[in-house]
């Protein structure tokens, strides 16, 4: 074999094991779901590593994605970021929020 052709042999085991590291710690996932991410890891070299590694890193622990956040307690439009989201409702009056 070439030098070039081991160069990119290694670069693309690198890549994977990456992946799999990355996705072998992520407590977010499954045993099932792993296996899957692994499997498809090491069947489609590289594209399947960096497929994979962008979805674990976009799952990590920690990590909120913008659909996860209550609206309800988001500021009303045009309001200061500090305001409650609720009118009243801010955490030290419960009994005017309906508690």
Known sequence: M???????VAI????????SVLVLRNAVFSRSQRLLQLAFIWSVPFVGAIVCA??????????????AID?????PD?????SPGVAGC?????????D
């Open 90 to 98: 801010d955490g030290g009056d419960a009994g005017a929020c309906g």
């Open 2 to 8: 070439s030098s070039a052709t081991l160069l990119v």
């Open 54 to 67: 962008a979805f674990a890193s976009s799952h990590a622990h920690g990590a909120v994605s913008p659909g």
């Open 71 to 75: 609206p309800v307690y988001l500021p």
């Open 78 to 82: 045009g309001a200061p970021a500090d």
């Open 12 to 19: 693309v085991v690198v890549v994977d094991v990456a992946a």
